[in-house]
Every structure is written in structure tokens, then in C-alpha cells.
């Protein structure tokens, strides 16, 4: 078996934007996707995009994906990397894609100069705490996350 990262391209918009259902599906949060295919090719692949995307293969196969970006620590004085998403397709977890994906991560945030690579995973699904945590990555309990999104954040923009 041999499992391969590569960068992704505009002509896995389509793919990329089927892992993103995927995972969606599995976070109980399907409704919340309204990008579509042409969104991703706009946004992801755009010259000024801020993020970047990997696709994973098993023996040439898809079998998953990564969106990451740079953000930036005043406390490191350094960029740092937060990945947005990782996904394997369920009947690829196991087989050291996940790992591999994130070590190629790793290594992207080492030769960049990054002082630390991020997530978020959602509190309910153990099965990614349990495969983190394997890896040494520690939780940041001690940080509550914060959002702002749609009309809420349009209201706010406007002093509403």
C-alpha cells in the first residue's frame, strides 16, 4: 500500500467538494454546507487565496482531503498553521492516511517557518480525540472558541 500527498488542483474542486458533504454528514451538520463546487474553484484556487488544499491517495486512489492556512502568533512572533479540515473516507481510517496527512502537515509548518500547527475537533467525536492525542497533540481546554457568522456577523458589521 502505498499512500502519496500531493497539492491540490482546480480539477479537484468537485472531489474536494464531496469530502467537505462527507464530513459534514458525519459532523451532524449537512445544512450547514452551502458552498458549491464552483465556490471552492473560485475560492480555493484563487491567486489571492489565502488557504491551501492536499488531496490524499492510497495506491493512486482519493481517499481523502486537507484545507489548511497560515495564521499568525504575537505571543510566538511567528506564523503559525491551522487546518481547517482533514477528512479520510471511512473506509480508508486506519490505514495511516490520517497520520500521514498530518506529518506532511507537520513538515509543510517546519520548512515554512510555522511555530505551530492547530485544530479543532468537535468535543463528542472520540475517535479523533483518541487518534490526536496518540500523536502527542494536546488539547487547549483552557481556550473557548468564538464565532461571529451570517446575519449575526452582518448585524454586528453594521452597529445593529
Known sequence: MKIEIRQATVSDAALIHHY???????????HEVIAS???????????DSPAHGLICLIDGLAVGFAI????YSTWL???GMYLEDLYISPEHRGSGAGKTMLRHLAGIARETG?????????DWNEPAIQF????????QDEWIRYRLAGDTLTAFARGD
Open 132 to 139: 490526536y492525542l496518540s500523536l502527542g497533540a494536546s488539547p
Open 77 to 79: 512572533g511567528r506564523k
Open 20 to 30: 467537505i458533504t462527507e464530513l459534514a454528514i458525519y459532523e451532524k451538520a449537512q
Open 37 to 47: 463546487v464552483a465556490d471552492i474553484e473560485r475560492s480555493l484556487f484563487a491567486a
Open 68 to 71: 489548511y492556512f497560515y495564521s
Open 114 to 122: 510555522c511555530g505551530r500547527l492547530e485544530w479543532s475537533v468537535l
